[in-house]
């Protein structure tokens, strides 16, 4: 269960990208032969595509694939400067976690109120929405993973 736990990143999107793949050529498929329609194919690689998108985003942190700035942190040599560093940077992280979570768990909310569905699937809106608070917390546990280490490495340093 760890294992999953560890990697759940890497398997969602190895089972969501190719379920977007299908979907698009098979619907690119019949569009063209005629054979049949599939209306909702857009609909469905669309959000696939916004799932493996938020997803994507604490992967990247995972893996520490973001850009960032290193010349600030490059500059400073004493432990104490790069903890305060290391603490900023995730605040700032955790605190974009947050906010962004915080409008779209209200966004959500409203759409449970009021019913919305998608167009094509009839799927409640707030499915496809859902990805946001889900990336943004993915984001803020691999973000404290991510920092922790950082953090114990400066123990381990003379």
Request: proline content about 3%.
């Amino acid at each position: 269960m760890r294992k999953f736990i560890d990697n759940f990143e890497e398997y969602a999107i190895l089972v969501l990208f190719p379920v977007m793949v299908v979907v698009v050529l098979t619907a690119t498929f019949a569009r063209y032969s005629r054979l049949f329609t599939m209306f909702w194919g857009e609909e469905v690689a669309r959000y696939v595509m916004v799932y493996l998108g938020y997803i994507g985003i604490a992967l990247a942190m995972k893996r520490r694939a973001h850009i960032g700035v290193a010349v600030l942190t490059d500059m400073v040599k004493s432990k104490t400067g790069k903890r305060v560093i290391i603490l900023i940077q995730a605040v700032v992280i955790l605190a974009f976690c947050c906010i962004i979570s915080g409008f779209l768990l209200t966004i959500i909310g409203k759409q449970l109120v009021v019913g919305q569905t998608s167009p094509a699937l009839m799927l409640p809106i707030w499915v496809p929405y859902a990805a946001v608070p889900l990336g943004m917390i993915l984001l803020a546990i691999r973000t404290i993973q991510a920092y922790w280490g950082d953090w114990r490495k400066l123990d381990k340093e003379v």
